[in-house]
């Protein structure tokens, strides 16, 4: 069972979308991945505390060779490797 936010409405978004989408797995490789995304940010003198999800995100899209949607291309940007569309105007 899967827990989205701990609410009912939250969890029903979910079950409305998940026939549409593939969930993929954190594996080994992904868990590779982002140790090495976290060492670069870190080598650059940026925080990685707030942003493990962030870079968890981007190193599943990495490994799978995915394109990453986000309308905040600001928590991305700055992960090598990673190919970014947006549908953000701004």
């Known amino acids: 069972m899967v827990c989205v936010r701990g609410d009912l409405k939250s969890r029903s978004s979910f079950d409305g979308i998940k026939p549409f989408v593939r969930i993929l797995p954190v594996e080994e490789q992904t868990a590779l991945i982002t140790s090495t995304i976290r060492r670069d940010i870190r080598s650059g003198k940026l925080p990685v505390r707030d942003r493990a999800l962030d870079i968890l995100i981007a190193a599943t899209a990495i490994e799978h060779d ?25």
């Open 66 to 90: 995915l394109v990453l949607l986000t309308r905040n291309i600001r928590h991305f940007q700055d992960i090598d490797g990673l190919r970014i569309l947006t549908n953000d105007p701004t």
